[in-house]
């Protein structure tokens, strides 16, 4: 299980010109499921997103995470980030799970955030969506669990 994570000040999904998910400041995570992943990994991986030293303290060090800081995620799903380059120009989507496995297990991630106190919003799954942030710092980081 992978996630794509920015620092955002603020991030929002539209579908079909519908605003479906907003946050204010916190972080925007792109999750991707591959065929193994299992509902523990999902809860390890939120555990790794809630925990997160990313926000500046008061001497500017980056040593506080969303429950310091009582920022909010923004979880989209996004199987492209099992995307394979490795041989030719258009990407091979073999490593990403099937829709039917990868669903539940970004739910899961999202369960498991609420379950420690997070604010989560969300985008639609296997809808076509359009994501507006404001990433901060720039701030990005791959999780994997």
Known sequence: MRALVQQ????RVLVAGEEVGAIGPGLC????????????????????????????DE?????????????AVLVVSQFTLYGSTERGRRPSWIAAARPEQAEPLVDAVVAALRDRGATVATGRFRAHMQVELVNDGPTTLMLEV
Do not use: Y
């Not at 955002?8 to 991030?11: E, K, P």
């Not at 980056?62 to 429950?67: D, I, K, Q, R, S």
């Open 29 to 56: 995570a792109f999750v991707g499921v591959t065929h193994d992943d299992t509902e523990a990994e999902a809860r390890r991986l939120a555990d790794k997103i809630w925990h997160l030293r990313v926000f500046d």
């Open 59 to 71: 001497a500017g060090a980056m040593n506080l995470a969303l429950p310091d800081v009582g920022g």
């Open 8 to 11: 955002v000040t603020r991030a």
